[in-house]
């Protein structure tokens, strides 16, 4: 190899790693604020249905300062590299995706739109090449949603709240229509689809079971 | 509620609508740049053969011939660059980075042919810059996508596989020996300069211990013809018999089965 070939070529390389460290410590920080949200998200399971939209308006605050990291992120990044670069901080992505999504279902009962997503974590259509929220992302931070609906039907009953399966259970059922839409290819995506049926097999039988009892508010006045 | 309900799955519905647009639209593409790199694997891989029968074909090493291998090579291997013309738009923006996994398996074989054909001419090492000056806009020298350091290292790391089949089956030619040291010295020396590159480079060192192998061929071969000719101070022709055994031992029955792997494609396009 002559020398300026391996010169030039010691110094991509150095600039990679010099970047891939200062990407890294932008997920590393994006991580710790998706885990304190995370956290008060757990509260869920055991807040009652009254206090919830307080501990929603708690968590929106710490979701809004993502921002910070993906605007640093859009520094970084250099024009038509986002591809490049995602991996590192895809899983992050999708848990801060999980988390507006979660909230924006307990506050308004409806699913989040992706571009409102992409709104409150800060990232700016002009960004398209260097940061954005692809769709795939934004879907698997769905699949976290309904893993974690799943769940809260399971927990609403113990705290006796009895309508909560049905709402997630029609809500769940919408998403999964959107979900067969797709046409999935054998990737993680794909089998992370496949698991949903498990949840919503769950959440069913929540249904079920508070339906045949009747202590859902719907079934008093069949009574 | 049910009113509500329903509005909520149109709109569920329409948005994941668009979803399925831009996903098959993704998977298309990959699917196109799947066979495209199919097919410049292909090609790469003939141009090898095509350069190695035109040099098998002389019993010398005329510096000719072996220009004449590596201009017929670069003629073929025009067929990838106008390929990879022709997939521009495919990987324009920020697509190449998107697509990087679909498209470096072939360019990477296209590299090893092309630096092939570049040794054949010069007896170095193509550079970064002359790899990406081949995958660009003639008129203007606008890359069709930006050469990955990564590709580069792998491709010409693949390269010195190409070099000990060269040194081994031209050694009992006149001048094969001196050739077959130049060789051996080039690779050590590539080999030495890769190392530095091994952390960084995914997959680079596991085409460094293949390397370490073409390598120790090099030098066995190299050492068993100075040690007999040394031994029995034997006349020319003597000697290139026992070259001769010594090749078909070399070339037949040592393969490691990690090479036999990844020359099992190439036997198979033969």
Not at chain 1, 43 to 63: A, F, G, K, Y
Not at chain 1, 137 to 162: C, K, P, Q, W
């Amino acid at each position: 190899m002559d020398h300026e070939n391996f010169e030039s070529i010691r110094e991509m390389i150095d600039y990679e790693t010099q970047l891939r460290e200062k990407i890294k410590d932008q997920v590393t920080e994006l991580d710790k604020k998706t885990r304190i949200v995370v956290g008060m998200l757990n509260r869920i399971h055991s807040t009652p249905p009254n206090d919830v939209p307080v501990l929603m308006e708690n968590v929106q605050p710490v979701l809004f300062g993502c921002q910070a990291v993906t605007a640093v992120l859009a520094e970084l990044i250099p024009p038509n590299e986002f591809w490049r670069w995602k991996d590192m901080w895809s899983n992050s992505l999708r848990t801060a995706v999980f988390a507006a999504a979660l909230v924006e279902y307990l506050l308004y009962r409806r699913l989040i739109v992706i571009d409102r997503v992409s709104e409150i974590l800060g990232i700016k259509q002009d960004w398209r090449d260097r940061i954005s929220l692809p769709p795939e992302d934004y879907l698997h931070g769905l699949i976290n949603l309904v893993n974690e609906l799943s769940r809260l039907a399971v927990n609403a009953v113990t705290m006796g709240n009895f309508d909560e399966p049905i709402k997630i259970s029609l809500f769940v059922k919408d998403l999964y229509a959107g979900f067969s839409m797709l046409n999935l290819k054998n990737d993680t995506l794909r089998r992370r689809f496949d698991s949903l049926k498990y949840d919503m097999k769950k959440i069913e039988e929540v249904v079920y079971d508070v339906s045949l009892r009747r202590l859902t508010s719907a079934s008093v006045p069949a009574q | 509620m049910s009113l509500s309900s329903s509005l909520s799955k149109d709109s569920i519905l329409q948005a994941f609508d668009h979803f399925r647009e831009e996903l098959d639209d993704y998977n298309d593409r990959r699917e196109r740049l799947i066979k495209a790199s199919r097919d410049v694997t292909n090609i790469s891989k003939k141009t090898i053969f095509l350069m190695f029968r035109i040099i098998g074909e002389s019993d010398s090493h005329d510096p000719s011939v072996a220009k004449v291998a590596a201009q017929r090579g670069r003629e073929k291997l025009r067929e990838v660059q106008d390929m990879y013309a022709k997939m521009r738009s495919e990987l324009e923006g920020d697509r190449y980075w998107r697509h990087q996994r679909q498209v470096s398996p072939g360019l990477q074989e296209y590299i090893e042919a092309l630096s092939f054909a570049h040794f054949l001419e010069y007896g170095s090492l193509i550079t970064f810059r002359q790899v990406q000056d081949t995958l660009s806009e003639p008129t203007n020298g606008k890359p069709h996508f930006p050469l990955s350091v990564s590709d580069y290292l792998l491709g010409v790391s693949d390269l010195m596989g190409e070099l000990m089949r060269h040194a081994i089956s031209g050694i009992s030619k006149r001048g094969g020996r001196t050739k077959a040291s130049e060789i051996c010295a080039f690779v050590r020396n590539c080999k030495a300069d890769f190392e530095s590159f091994t952390p960084f480079i995914h997959d680079l060192r596991k085409k460094q211990s293949v390397t370490t192998q073409s390598l120790t061929k090099i030098e066995d071969a190299t050492y068993a013809i100075v040690v007999r000719g040394s031994e029995y101070d034997l006349p020319q022709e003597m000697l290139d018999d026992i070259v001769a055994q010594s090749i078909s031992t070399l070339t037949d029955g040592t393969f490691t089965d990690e090479q036999r792997q990844s020359k099992r494609h190439r036997s198979d396009s033969e």
